[in-house]
């Protein structure tokens, strides 16, 4: 049986998007929201939200229980420091809180994962037969000349 540790992530996350996309809703406020302080520019890509989802189904399926605190570190970047003399180096910055909570929340709606107290997320039996379909799936696929990109 294929597992989501067989199959590359990005060939995993794209088709759990395409998967998704149709699931999870995203909100009016998206189009307008950076994804972390130490962006510029909300994100441009067309299924932003269907592939941080995505994302997010993998990492708490990898890391499980986790919670939004982590999560918003793994998804932070560096943000360019100045100080009044207009030079300093780079500081850490965490991404998004807002998003990965509003996504998470869907992901519950929809029982891909589950809330332990005090502990953070889990994916739920569900959700792992999810990943390990479309795990399955991506491995039949990455057989086909389009796909070696991945491979």
């Known amino acids: ?18 998967d998704l996309s149709d699931r999870l809703e995203e909100p009016e ?12 520019l909300p ?10 989802g995505a994302s997010l189904l993998r990492k708490v399926a990898d890391n499980e229980p986790i919670g939004i605190e982590r999560l918003s570190t793994m998804y932070g970047g560096s943000k360019a ?8 180096g780079t500081h850490r910055e965490d991404g998004s809180k807002k ?17 332990r107290e ?21 491995m039949r696929d990455l057989d086909r000349p389009e796909l070696e990109k991945y491979a």
């Open 1 to 18: 049986m294929t597992t989501m540790y067989d199959v590359p992530a990005d060939a995993l996350i794209e088709a759990l998007a395409d």
């Open 29 to 40: 406020w998206m189009l307008f929201t950076k994804t972390g302080n130490s962006k510029e």
């Open 43 to 52: 994100p441009e890509q067309e299924d932003f939200w269907a592939r941080r």
């Open 81 to 88: 420091g100045t100080n009044r003399y207009g030079v300093a």
């Open 99 to 115: 998003i990965i909570r509003t996504l998470l929340q869907q992901l519950e709606e929809e029982d891909l994962i589950q809330t």
């Open 118 to 138: 005090g502990q953070g997320r889990a994916i739920t039996p569900a959700g792992r037969s999810l990943l390990d379909d479309t795990a399955g799936e991506v």
